[in-house]
Every structure is written in C-alpha cells, then in structure tokens.
Nanobody
Framework: QVQLVESGGGSVQPGGSLRLSCAAS????????MGWYRQAPGKERELVAR???????NYATSVKGRFTISRDNVKNMVYLQMYSLKPEDTAVYYC????????WGQGTLVTVSS
C-alpha cells in the first residue's frame, strides 16, 4: 500500500499563489509517476500535472506556465507550486502515485475568490 497526505490548500484571491505538498509513505520504492489532479464541483476529476520518477513532467494546458510540479525522492514528497491563480482553479486537489495501481490522497481544497 501507498499512503498519500496532501497539505497546503486554502483560500486565496485571484492572482495569488499557493504551494501544495504531498507526503508519500508505505511501499514507496514501487512508485513510478506521481501527480496532481483536481475536481471542481459538478465536474469530473482532471489531470493537473504529472511527474515521472526521472523528472519529466506534463501539464494540463490550462495550467501551463502558471503551475510547477516537483518531487523530492529523498523526502518522498511531491509539490505543486501554483501562481497566478484564477477562480476556475477552485477545486479539491488530489495527489496521486502510480505503483502497481494508482493510489490517491484524501484531497485538499483550494478556493480562489475575491
């Protein structure tokens, strides 16, 4: 099993920044890709960004240039730095880790509102 715990969500005004963190534990040596997904009210969960064990990344078009995903394989952490936040970024953000299957954290709420 892999356990994932997110932190760093909160409320911010448009144009603001937040940094999400995700701590992985358990059979972490089996983890390949890690990522961040989000789910807004009434919408399906969508990919925000993923990062491979070697460091290659991919982003949703809507967040390119504003969000940066990174991981620390020593600390077993993955981060999502978010800049220039928009109201449409409001969602519950979930950390994911792909091992023999996909594991998910419990989610952290990000609210962007004036």
């Amino acid at each position: 099993q892999v356990q994932l715990v997110e932190s760093g969500g909160g409320s911010v005004q448009p144009g603001g920044s937040l940094r999400l963190s995700c701590a992985a534990s358990g059979i972490i040596f089996t983890i390949n890709d890690m990522g961040w997904y989000r789910q807004a009210p009434g919408k399906e969960r969508e990919l925000v960004a993923r990062i491979a064990s070697g460091g290659s990344t991919n982003y949703a078009t809507s967040v390119k240039g504003r969000f940066t995903i990174s991981r620390d394989n020593v600390k077993n952490m993955v981060y999502l730095q978010m800049y220039s936040l928009k109201p449409e970024d409001t969602a519950v953000y979930y950390c994911s880790a792909r091992a023999y299957r996909e594991f998910w954290g419990q989610g952290t709420l990000v609210t962007v509102s004036s």
